[in-house]
C-alpha cells in the first residue's frame, strides 16, 4: 500500500502536459555559447526548455506556488548574471538546479511558519487522471487524503532526503541522473532515498499497513 500511495502522487509527463518534462539530461550546447555572446532569444529559448520542470522542483520543496515561481524567476536571474562562469561542455540543467535547490533551502531556513499547501496546490493542477479513467467520489475522496497525508510525511523528511524523494518518485530519475542533478556520489544518493523511505515507511505504516 505504500508504494501504490507514492506512485498515485508521481506526476508523468504522459499523464499531465501541465507536469514537468522527464527525461534524460540535456547540455544545451546548442544555446549556452549564444546566450554568452548575449543572445537574449537564446536565453529564452533556455527558459522555455527548463521551466516547467524548474518551477515543479521548487514547488516539490517548498510547497508554495507564489514561492515557487518567485524562486524560479529568481534562479533564471542568477543564471544570467553567472552564465559567464558556467563551463562550455557541461550540462546545463544540473548547474541551475543547485543554484534553484540552494534558494529553495535557504527560503525554508528563513521561512518561520511553514504553511504548505496540501492538497489544493499540488493536485488542481499538478495532477489529472489517466485518460479515461472514471473516479467516483468516494474514491476520488480517499485518493485526496491519502496524498495530503503522504504530503505531511514528505514535509517531515529532511532537506536533502525530501529532494532525492521528489527526484526519484516525481520526475522518476535514474539514480545515476540524481546523482548528476545533486552533485553527490550515487551511494550517497541510494543512501538518502533509504532512509526517507525508511521513514516515510514509519510515518505511513501505521495507517496504510493493510
Not at 147 to 156: E, G, M
Not at 184 to 193: H, K, N, Q
Amino acid at each position: 500500500m505504500f508504494e501504490f500511495v507514492l506512485n498515485i502522487l508521481a506526476i508523468r509527463v504522459n499523464n499531465t502536459s501541465k507536469g514537468p518534462a522527464i527525461g534524460r539530461i540535456s547540455d544545451d550546447s546548442d544555446l549556452i555559447p549564444k546566450i554568452k555572446k548575449g543572445d537574449m532569444s537564446a536565453f529564452k529559448m533556455l527558459v522555455e526548455r527548463h521551466k516547467k520542470r524548474a518551477f515543479f522542483a521548487a514547488l516539490g520543496m517548498v510547497g508554495d506556488r507564489e514561492a515557487a515561481l518567485d524562486l524560479t524567476q529568481d534562479a533564471w536571474v542568477a543564471v544570467f548574471r553567472g552564465i559567464g562562469v558556467f563551463k562550455d561542455g557541461q550540462p546545463f540543467y544540473p548547474w541551475f538546479y543547485r543554484i534553484l535547490m540552494n534558494l529553495c533551502k535557504n527560503h525554508l531556513r528563513h521561512r518561520k511558519v511553514v504553511d504548505r499547501v496540501i492538497a489544493g496546490n499540488r493536485d488542481d493542477d499538478c495532477f489529472s487522471e489517466a485518460e479515461g479513467a472514471v473516479f467516483d467520489t468516494d474514491s476520488l475522496v480517499e485518493q485526496r487524503e491519502a496524498k495530503a497525508l503522504v504530503w505531511r510525511a514528505i514535509d517531515c523528511l529532511p532537506q536533502d532526503q525530501r529532494e532525492v524523494i521528489l527526484l526519484a518518485h516525481f520526475e522518476g530519475l535514474s539514480y545515476e541522473d540524481i546523482a548528476e542533478l545533486v552533485g553527490v556520489p550515487i551511494g550517497t544518493v541510494m543512501s538518502r532515498l533509504f532512509y526517507a523511505r525508511k521513514k516515510l515507511a514509519e510515518k505511513l505504516g501505521p495507517v496504510y499497513n493493510e
